[in-house]
């Protein structure tokens, strides 16, 4: 039975960029390279943050274009990311799964984007 979505609360999407959020800060809450820190928490508060602000938009046009932000912001973490591990600031499987958190809300992001243009 599939569950219906009354609030962005309730989209599977948000809730893993909401995860993938809390895990760039967690991973990088020792950092002191405070710029790339604050750049990375930037990007990953946007990939949530863009999904609820599109859809408490008033059309549908404009949804899938605040998801195609997040998911921007995603490709702009995952940069990040990986400039992070060269750099030592992060660990190399706190990079790994990060990046495969990453990868997987922008896939969500992809699929969902093609669902609200073909079905709404």
Do not use: C
């Not at 609030?7 to 893993?16: A, I, N, T």
């Not at 863009?50 to 059309?59: T, V």
């Amino acid at each position: 039975m599939k569950s219906t979505i009354k609030r962005f609360e309730d989209l599977e999407v948000w809730k893993e960029g909401m995860q993938l959020a809390v895990g760039i800060y967690q991973a990088m809450e020792h950092s002191r390279d405070f710029g790339l820190k604050d750049q990375m928490r930037r990007a990953a508060v946007s990939v949530p943050s863009n999904i609820a602000e599109g859809y408490e938009r008033e059309s549908n046009r404009e949804f899938v274009q605040f998801l195609n932000y997040s998911r921007g912001s995603g490709g702009e973490l995952r940069t990040q990311i990986y400039l992070a591990a060269k750099l030592g600031q992060l660990d190399q499987p706190s990079a790994r799964e990060l990046l495969g958190k990453s990868r997987k809300v922008s896939a969500m992001l992809h699929k969902y984007v093609q669902v609200r243009k073909r079905d709404f």
